[in-house]
């Protein structure tokens, strides 16, 4: 039987270069790692079993010579097949920067927000050419049908979408990119449809948008 490929599953965005940690490895080591890769979270793993989670705030308590073994630890894993928004949404509740993914106890690599950003860049409509626009509806006129109709008719596409509520608003800022950037008409239409546009954006810098959108939702999502 042929695999099925899940494409918005973790396991679709695990780093497998990401560095680990021994249970014998001293604190100050790790330290030195986590400032190499830039990372606050590191997994512990000895012969492929995940131990936990170490953060870089719970080791600057310790000495620097005592072993990860006397470290206290988190155990924030995900399973391989939990999907794209669900990984997102974890790391935005346990405020980390690494998730371990983890299968019968054993490690089969992680998930770093760096390679959510680039997956969601190539698979979730990100990083597609065009233009973002960003609306704001009542959640009751709220109808991404009416809106998909509307855009297609003015001949564009949505290539992705998110929607938010706003915060002290009764409004929801719904957020989403078209495969063009020649919008004029579109926006016209989009207004004639008594659509209150609330910005958009013809950039460019794809790269440096994606980073804000995705940094906006991650504290969206903290408690």
Do not use: C
Not at 44 to 53: P, Q
Not at 147 to 166: C, M, Y
């Amino acid at each position: 039987m042929k695999e099925r490929k899940y494409t918005m599953r973790a396991q679709r965005m695990l780093s497998l270069d990401l560095p680990v940690l021994a249970l014998t490895d001293q604190v100050a080591r790790a330290l030195d790692v986590m400032d190499e890769f830039k990372l606050m979270h590191l997994p512990v793993v000895e012969e492929d079993v995940y131990k936990g989670t170490v953060s870089e705030e719970a080791l600057l308590e310790l000495d620097t010579s005592a072993l990860i073994a006397e470290a206290p630890m988190t155990s924030d894993a995900i399973a391989p097949d939990l999907h794209v928004y669900d990984v997102v949404a974890r790391m935005g509740w346990s405020d980390v920067d690494l998730l371990p993914v983890v299968e019968e106890g054993l490690y089969r690599g992680a998930v770093d927000r760096a390679a959510v950003l680039r997956f969601m860049a190539k698979r979730a409509g990100w990083g597609f050419p065009g233009s973002t626009i960003v609306i704001e509806v009542l959640p009751k006129d709220l109808s991404p049908a009416e809106l998909v109709r509307i855009v297609e008719a003015d001949g564009a596409q949505i290539t992705s979408f998110n929607v938010a509520p706003q915060e002290d608003s009764e409004f929801l800022e719904v957020t989403f990119k078209v495969n063009t950037e020649e919008i004029e008409s579109l926006m016209a239409t989009l207004r004639r449809h008594e659509f209150t546009v609330q910005s958009f954006y013809n950039a460019p810098e794809l790269e440096d948008e994606m980073r804000a959108r995705f940094n906006a939702f991650m504290r969206y999502l903290q408690p």
